[in-house]
């Protein structure tokens, strides 16, 4: 089942509008201030340019088009306004994403991660670290043996199956032996992820989106497992910074989401059961990382739930303005931004290595945002 990979851009004023247009080469008509915000649907591999809609009159502006490009522009709308509501995990399981966004956190068994390797390389160490997260407030636990760290951090060291398996699965065993609750394992290779998925864990998140190990595919539609499916230029974490230029900044990536969410969803994969990642840090330039965080939400145009990942990552550190060594205290002010721009595009979970202070910065946005009435309830019912 092919899935389309039309988008739909908002723009809140003529600035957001005339860079949506710039990437397509394209100018957009004049539009009044008192009409933004505007819709931008780019029709993928059309002849026809996209079309711009003013929010408040879409409607009418929609029966102008051809009937053709109407229908696709409808379908994408309707993806895009589709709210997440679970990921359907191995075992029947579900991870509820009614909360946007469900927090994952982070717990690398590895030497040599970006941000933490060697901390959790001890399984007690990781396990206690697993646990800790879920009490502060993660829907998930992500756990992970081999670091895809870019080059920039030096050659991260390639680690066989077997040498990731057993850094894994006493950690995956322990976690589910002591929690029911969801556990993701973050690994490119079809052994890991059988072992993984045998000892408990609900998810593979998968950062080359099943072309790196062709067993991986068939392996997830067999065991009915979770799988996020991650953007990254390449298979190779080592080289995957060599090229970061895009014809589209957003358009290209989701494209190739879009066809591996395909391919998964003809080899017997559930559609429910499928997130998409645009791989913020995995074969993008510091700038691009910041046009897919501003327009992440044209990716739930796909019509799969968004995870997205820019904790602690070398652009973060570099826009916020902290140096490559800084400790993660340093680090934390631009991942907390990085996570609200994440939320404010709708992503429906997000990656992040500080559990608690990411759980308590969503919790205050909603807080904030909430009308008063809610509010009043949700503080009737705190202990």
Known sequence: MPVPA???????????????????????????????????????????????????????????????????????????????????LARGRRLDLTECPAVMGVVNVTPDSFSDGGLYLDAERAVARAIQMFEAGASIVDVGGESTRPATYGDAIPVSVEEEIGRVLPVIEAIRSRTDRPISVDTRKAGVARAAVAAGADLVNDVSALRYDPEMLPLVAREKAAIVLMHMRGTDPRTMQADTSYAHPVADVASELAAAASRAIDAGVDAGAIAIDPGLGFGKSPPGNLDLLRHLAAFRSLGFPVAVGASRKAFVRRFSGVGDEASPADRLPGSLAALAAARAGGAAIVRVHDVEESVRFLRMLAAIEAPAPKRAAAETAAP
């Not at 100018?27 to 505007?38: D, K, L």
Request: net charge positive; charged share 30%; proline share 8%.
């Open 6 to 88: 039309d988008l739909v851009f908002a723009a809140a004023n003529a600035e957001a509008l005339r860079e949506i247009a710039s990437w397509d080469g394209f100018r957009p008509a004049t539009f009044a201030a008192s009409e933004f915000p505007v819709d931008v649907v780019r029709f993928e591999r059309s002849p026809s340019p996209p079309v711009v809609l003013s929010r408040a009159r879409r409607a009418e502006s929609l029966k102008a088009l051809p009937a053709s490009l109407r229908e696709r522009a409808q379908r994408a709308f309707e993806r895009a306004e589709r709210p997440a509501r679970t990921l359907l």
